[in-house]
């Protein structure tokens, strides 16, 4: 079982960064492909970034590519999404998810375990 919360959203406007974290509890959060993704309002859940467990690998949704970074650090429980260049339709809650699955996937289908979700809201 993992539990998963995040942190880190807000308000920003077009141009800013922000940082997202996921804090994880289970003692084999390590094992576990983490992903975010994100859902705007009247729109599906939509990939946005996942990690393998050794963060040795990663795959980006074409929209965010060069612009967010997933990372983690197994010691602390936690995985990160940098986001840089943030524009209006970046505009979405963000989830954090665990897959059991031992390969990147972006499949929502794929991943067991959810956070609640954080905010993030870019103004032009």
């Known amino acids: 079982q993992v539990q998963l919360v995040e942190s880190g959203g807000g308000l920003v406007q077009a141009g800013g960064s922000l940082r997202l974290s996921c804090a994880a509890s289970g003692r084999t959060f390590s094992m576990y492909v983490m992903g975010w993704f994100r859902q705007a309002p009247g729109k599906e859940r939509e990939f946005v970034a996942a990690i393998t467990w050794s963060g040795s690998n990663t795959d980006y949704a074409d929209s965010v590519k060069g612009r967010f970074t997933i990372s983690r650090d197994n010691a602390k429980n936690t995985v990160y999404l940098q986001m840089n260049s943030l524009k209006p339709e970046d505009t979405a809650v963000y989830y954090c998810?665990?897959?059991?699955?031992?390969?990147?996937?972006?499949?929502?289908?794929?991943?067991?375990?959810w956070g609640q979700g954080t905010q993030v809201t870019v103004s032009s």
């Open positions: 998810a665990a897959s059991a699955r031992n390969w990147l996937t972006v499949s929502v289908y794929e991943y067991v375990y």
